[in-house]
Each structure stands twice: as structure tokens, then as C-alpha cells.
Nanobody, 134 residues
Framework: QLQLVESGGGLVQPGGSLRLSCVVS????????IGWFRQAPGKEREGVSC????????NYADSAKGRFTISRDIAMNTVYLQMNSLKPEDTAVYYC???????????????????????????WGQGTQVTVSS
């Protein structure tokens, strides 16, 4: 059974940076598209970024473009989300999620924003809180 564990959240001032990690066990990243989602209080869960199972394609929501970078370490079976220039509106619980390539992958959007559908991702981590506040 695939398991995902996020870490790296915390309290940061506006303009600061955080790097979130998502350690995947029970399966290889070669067979899963991985997405990062976030959910703020009272709001729906929204897609932030995704990375293709082959590691060759990455997509971002408009809110993340130019500030966030998704990457992965295949040897560590870990996906990262580097978040820079953080804003108070980035405050949310951040989740990583996995979709098996037979169901869904992170296909290129050719510059268009990524609108990740949570329902496409079958496996989820427990989430890590990110709070951006002075």
C-alpha cells in the first residue's frame, strides 16, 4: 500500500521560504504522478503543482508560478516543493498525493495553469501546516 508522509511546514514571515518534503513508500515514483495540494480554512482543496512519473514534466497553478518549484529525488523516493516569496494567502495545510500512471499522470499543460483535481489522486499524505504571518 502506498504511503505518503509530508514534512517541512511551519511558521514563516511574508517573503520567506520553506521546503516541503513528501516521502513515498510502498511504491516507486516511476509509477506515480505526484501532486501538491493545499487547503485553507473554509476553502476547497486546490492543486498547487505536479510532477510527471518520469520527472520530465512539471506544472503549476497560477498562484505558484514563479515562486514554487517542484522536484524529486528518485533515489530517496521523495518529492519536494520549494516555496519562495511566501505570502499570507499561501497559509494552508499542504498535502502531497499520488496517482498511478494507469489512472492519471502529470501531463504538460504547455504553460497553461494546472488545475489539479483531487479526485484524480488516490493516495494522500496527512498534510503539513504552512502559516505565513508576521
Amino acid at each position: 500500500q502506498l504511503q505518503l508522509v509530508e514534512s517541512g511546514g511551519g511558521l514563516v514571515q511574508p517573503g520567506g521560504s520553506l521546503r516541503l518534503s513528501c516521502v513515498v513508500s510502498g511504491g516507486s515514483l516511476d509509477y506515480y504522478g505526484i501532486g501538491w495540494f493545499r487547503q485553507a480554512p473554509g476553502k476547497e482543496r486546490e492543486g498547487v503543482s505536479c510532477i510527471h512519473s518520469g520527472g520530465s514534466f512539471t506544472n503549476y497553478a497560477d498562484s505558484a508560478k514563479g515562486r514554487f518549484t517542484i522536484s524529486r529525488d528518485i533515489a530517496m523516493n521523495t518529492v519536494y516543493l520549494q516555496m519562495n516569496s511566501l505570502k499570507p494567502e499561501d497559509t494552508a495545510v499542504y498535502y502531497c498525493a499520488a496517482a498511478h500512471i494507469t489512472v492519471k499522470d502529470c501531463y504538460p499543460t504547455f504553460g497553461s495553469p494546472w488545475y489539479g483535481a483531487p479526485s484524480d489522486f488516490a493516495s494522500w499524505g496527512q498534510g503539513t501546516q504552512v502559516t505565513v504571518s508576521s
